[in-house]
Every structure is written in structure tokens, then in C-alpha cells.
């Protein structure tokens, strides 16, 4: 049976308490963006600048990027029975992709507030923490698909052929395996996602553990579920994923020419999937994980300090204005404020 989205509008008290919370986190965003911005301007001898022309295409590839995302999350939703817009959908999954960023937990903290935003508005629990299962495992499959190709190619390519690229590519690898592994578990009706979530939560603040393992534990009963019942739903969203991928690596080039920065093909591979280990760690906005990665990177790949602190300081800049746009939407988001505090 198909069900429709029901939107829930939030009132104005609501959205102007949501207003002032959000307050001190676009203040202490802007705050570590000049920090940073200054910190390059002083160290390296080509300061960082800024090419206003590159910036519409660089927004026009992200918003692309985002949106290609909420597709893959439709087209799994359509499957379950549930038509929700395309544009609240990326809405919903901009706000809970920053709540993601924002606590430290690998991103992982965004997927309960996805499945709340979606039962707020009468979708069954289990469906939507299957929906939202399923569309975190395509994105994963992609993630670890293109993250071998991208160490190969950067190393055919001559970038960083050492032994630190050596291990990064074992460990894509088998983050691969892990992944053919949690599927290969899903078709036969285990647990799947519950056993990876264990070595994470001595990570975890004390107040998200209880929540995440809960909606893990929904998440994985659902998501064996919906593999039963869809087996084809599984090959068509890794195309979308690396689909995304792809145009993802666009975005990245984009976003160096916003900044000047001219990058090679074998280091924007290296950039891409460093932004992927960053963002795995469980530590807050990637705060400090982002900027070593690319500067780790890409000294491996024999360019100077002030290349890697050039693009650390471009993704800093990125990554804050995406996490206060993700925020932004979730103060607004129809159903949050009447979940948030159930939620967690």
C-alpha cells in the first residue's frame, strides 16, 4: 500500500527558538573558517584567494551532488511504498547529514534523526529505519567500491607509491570485504549492521548510545527485510552511488578552482578519499582528521605543505558552509521539533 508524505509546518515560536540555537554554531563555524583562513594566509607563500567565477559551478555540483543523494533515498522509499518529494526529501537528508558531522560518531548520529523526520509524517518505524538502512549500505557499497580505484589510480598515476598508500589501499580493501560481507549476511537473515556497530561505542558519549544501538538493532531487522523483498533494489542503487561518486570528484575540482588551486587528477583521487577517512573517524565536524588527512595525503604525494594546507583550508570552508546549510534545514525540518527530544 502506498502512503503519502504529510507535512507538518512548524510554528513560528518553534523556528525562532531553532533560530537562536543555531546561533552559536554558524558563529563558532565562521569563527574556525577565519582562524584557518588566516593560519594559510600566514604560513604559505601563495595565500589562498578566492575565483568568484568558479563559484556557480562549484554550487551548482554540490546542490547536484545532494540532490542525486535524495534520489537514491526516494527510489528505496518508492520500493517501500512511500512517495515523499524530491526536494523535502533533500532537505531532510541535508539536515540529518549535518547532525551526522556535528556529533561524533562517524556520521552514524544523522541516520535516527532521518527515521525520525520520516515517522513523524506517518511512515511505520520499520520502514523507514529500512529505508534508511538500506540507503546508508548503497552509500557505503559506493564508498568502498571507488575508494580502491581511487588508490590504484593515484598510484598508477605516479602519486604516492610508498608504503603508507600501500596500507591505505589494504584498508579500502578490506573495508570492501566488510561491506560484501554485510550483504552477504543480509540475503541470508543475519545480523549485519549491529556486529559493526560494537567497536564504536566506547567512542560514543554516554547519552547517544542507547538511542543508536536501538535504531541499529530496527535498522538491521529491516534492512534484512527489505533485501528479502526487493532483491534487484540492491544493483540499481549502487549505480546511483557511484553515480555519485563520480560527480562527486567534479564537485571536489570545482571547489579547488574556487580557491586556486590547481590539483592533478592522481591527488583530486587522493583528496576524495581522504574526505571519506575523515569523515569515518568519529570526532566532531571532522575537526582536525579533515586537515591532517589532506595534508598527510598529499605530502605521500610529493607536493609541498602548502598545497595540502591550500585544500585543507578549501574543505574546512566547505565543510562548514554545508553542516550550517544541513542545520538551517533541520530547524525547519517538518516533525523535528515535536521527535527531537524522544528522539534522543
Known sequence: MRTSWRAETPTAASADTSSL??????????????????????ASPVP????????????????????????????????????????????????????????PSGTLGGEPVRVRLL????????????AVALDRALELAGNMIVGPICIAGAIA???????????????????????????????????????????????????????LVQHTVRADAALRETLAAHPG??????????????LHLFELA???AVFALAVPLPLLLLSSMGIGIA?????????????????????FGGEPLATGLGVA?????????WILAGLTCLAFAPGWHTQRDRAW
Do not use: C, N
Open 21 to 42: 540555537r543555531l546561533a552559536l554554531p554558524v558563529l563558532a563555524g565562521a569563527a574556525a573558517a577565519y582562524v584557518l583562513w588566516r593560519f594559510a594566509t600566514d
Open 254 to 256: 570545482a571547489l579547488f
Open 313 to 321: 583550508v578549501a574543505l574546512r570552508l566547505a565543510e562548514t558552509f
Open 119 to 130: 515517522t513523524a509524517s506517518g511512515m511505520t518505524g520499520a520502514s523507514a529505519a529500512g
Open 279 to 299: 569523515h569515518a573517524v568519529p570526532v566532531t565536524a571532522a575537526l582536525g582528521t579533515l586537515e591532517a588527512t589532506q595534508i598527510g595525503l598529499f605530502a
Open 48 to 103: 589562498p584567494r578566492v575565483v568568484l567565477g568558479a563559484l556557480p559551478v562549484y554550487l551548482a555540483l554540490w546542490l547536484a551532488t545532494v540532490v542525486l543523494h535524495a534520489f537514491r533515498w526516494q527510489m528505496i522509499l518508492r520500493r517501500l511504498g512511500t512517495d515523499v518529494p524530491l526536494a523535502r526529501l533533500t532537505r531532510l537528508w541535508l539536515a540529518a547529514r549535518a547532525v551526522g558531522a556535528v556529533v
Open 157 to 211: 598515476l605516479g602519486a604516492g607509491a610508498g608504503t603508507a598508500m600501500g596500507i591505505t589501499a589494504v584498508g579500502a580493501l578490506v573495508g570492501l570485504l566488510v561491506l560484501g560481507l554485510v550483504y552477504v549476511r543480509g540475503i541470508h537473515g543475519r545480523p549485519a549492521l549491529v556486529p559493526l556497530l560494537g567497536p564504536l561505542l566506547p567512542l560514543l558519549p554516554r547519552r547517544w548510545k542507547d538511542p
Open 233 to 246: 533494489l540492491v544493483p540499481t542503487g549502487i549505480g546511483v552511488s557511484l553515480a555519485i561518486e563520480a
